[in-house]
């Protein structure tokens, strides 16, 4: 989940009342929770430090390096950097202004941030859905980037598969390490912290921007919203075409209209309490740019039209064209994108 703040009652909720008896396997899972609690808490000490995240499908593996640097409650800096060290990517927040600069285009777009406390889904409903489909048990300990840990794992309740590892620092709290599994139990995605200042010495972090001299500046003012899929149908003016057909255990989070390129798409997100699934409706004739290059994308068809799947660090890409443009992207298997692709009804 992309939200912390509203996920902290979630795991309140979920915690046996005070003086209750437990079995071994239940205090195992109390202390899991409380972990994971902390863990989604918002940090109240500033860190620095520098992460790797890979994607791998098959053969295929994707990575990116950034360096993050954060002070609470809400000012970050992440910068991306090339497999030669050159920076792609800079995205600074005062908690503010968001700027968003793309080094080799030399464009940057400035807008505000999201607020979380605007989503369509309540704390209660989140944590329905998260114990409806997961479970949580403790992994043992594990040493990140010099720093003791303990591991968290999320299971699925459906199948009983391992989705998610997670490392939390023994000391303040944070995620250190994110690991996902596929349907095979095999590493899917990896986001890890190599080195780390935690806490770090914030004296004399800056968090403005200022575009370098002929970069190009986009105006985004628009600050990302929440939306019933109708109300952003209806102020993108597009017709609403929405999927017949969800994986088990995912429903309908919210909405939003995505500024790009004088244009705007339509953005519906879909989640299962974890994973979340995102479904771009573009106009016909439009090119999206997602990351940097990579593997060659593999061509296949969805409702009998050309198609392309791309690998990507944040997951999987599936785009086509059916009356429109569209684009998947999550980090479900190949087959299963290409059933919610091919169940779009208006």
């Given at each position: 989940?992309s939200?912390?703040?509203s996920l902290?009652?979630?795991?309140?909720?979920?915690?046996?009342?005070?003086?209750?008896?437990?079995?071994?396997?239940?205090?195992?899972?109390?202390?899991?929770?409380?972990?994971?609690?902390?863990?989604?808490?918002?940090?109240?000490?500033p860190?620095e430090?520098?992460?790797?995240?890979?994607?791998?499908?098959?053969?295929?593996?994707?990575?990116?390096?950034l360096?993050?640097?954060?002070f609470?409650p809400?000012?970050f800096?992440?910068?991306?950097?090339?497999?030669?060290?050159v920076?792609?990517?800079t995205?600074?927040?005062?908690?503010?202004t968001?700027w968003?600069?793309?080094?080799?285009?030399?464009?940057?777009?400035?807008?505000?941030?999201?607020?979380?406390?605007?989503?369509?889904?309540?704390?209660?409903e989140?944590?329905?859905?998260?114990?409806d489909?997961y479970?949580?048990?403790?992994?043992?300990?594990?040493?990140?980037?010099?720093?003791?840990?303990?591991?968290?794992?999320?299971?699925?309740?459906?199948?009983?598969?391992?989705?998610?590892?997670?490392?939390?620092?023994d000391?303040?709290?944070?995620?250190?390490?994110?690991?996902?599994?596929?349907?095979?139990?095999?590493?899917?995605?990896?986001?890890?912290?190599?080195?780390?200042?935690?806490?770090?010495?914030a004296?004399?972090?800056d968090f403005s921007?200022?575009?370098?001299?002929?970069?190009?500046v986009?105006?985004?003012?628009?600050?990302?919203?929440?939306?019933?899929?109708?109300?952003?149908?209806e102020?993108a003016?597009?017709?609403?075409?929405?999927?017949?057909?969800?994986?088990?255990?995912?429903?309908?989070?919210?909405a939003?209209?995505?500024?790009?390129?004088?244009?705007?798409?339509?953005?519906?997100?879909?989640?299962?309490?974890?994973?979340?699934?995102?479904?771009?409706q573009?106009?016909?004739?439009?090119?999206?740019?997602?990351?940097?290059?990579?593997?060659?994308?593999?061509?296949?068809?969805?409702?009998?039209?050309?198609?392309?799947?791309?690998?990507?660090s944040?997951?999987?890409?599936?785009?086509?064209g059916?009356?429109?443009?569209?684009?998947l992207?999550?980090?479900?298997?190949?087959?299963?994108?290409?059933?919610?692709?091919?169940?779009?009804?208006?």
């Open positions: 989940m939200t912390k703040g902290l009652a979630l795991f309140a909720l979920w915690l046996p009342a005070a003086g209750a008896s437990a079995a071994p396997e239940t205090r195992s899972e109390k202390r899991a929770l409380e972990l994971l609690k902390d863990s989604l808490e918002v940090p109240i000490t860190y430090g520098e992460m790797r995240v890979v994607t791998r499908d098959g053969g295929t593996e994707r990575s990116k390096e360096s993050v640097r954060f609470p809400a000012s800096r992440r910068v991306v950097v090339d497999p030669l060290g920076p792609a990517w995205i600074v927040s005062d908690g503010r968001q968003a600069f793309d080094h080799r285009r030399r464009t940057a777009w400035r807008s505000e941030p999201a607020d979380p406390d605007f989503k369509l889904m309540d704390p209660e989140e944590y329905r859905l998260m114990a489909n479970s949580f048990r403790l992994a043992g300990t594990r040493e990140v980037a010099d720093r003791e840990c303990t591991v968290v794992e999320v299971v699925s309740r459906d199948t009983g598969r391992l989705v998610q590892a997670l490392a939390v620092d000391e303040y709290g944070v995620v250190l390490e994110r690991r996902t599994f596929g349907p095979d139990g095999q590493a899917a995605s990896e986001q890890r912290f190599v080195r780390i200042d935690l806490p770090a010495d004296e004399g972090w921007f200022k575009p370098p001299p002929g970069a190009k986009v105006l985004e003012p628009r600050q990302a919203d929440f939306l019933p899929a109708e109300d952003a149908s102020e003016g597009t017709a609403l075409l929405e999927p017949g057909w969800l994986p088990p255990g995912y429903v309908f989070e919210s939003d209209l995505v500024p790009y390129r004088g244009l705007n798409l339509l953005h519906y997100r879909y989640t299962d309490g974890v994973d979340v699934l995102s479904l771009f573009c106009p016909p004739d439009t090119r999206l740019a997602f990351g940097r290059p990579g593997p060659a994308p593999r061509r296949l068809t969805v409702a009998g039209k050309p198609a392309r799947l791309a690998l990507l944040e997951g999987k890409l599936l785009e086509w059916v009356g429109g443009r569209f684009v992207l999550g980090r479900l298997g190949p087959e299963v994108l290409r059933k919610v692709a091919e169940s779009l009804r208006e």
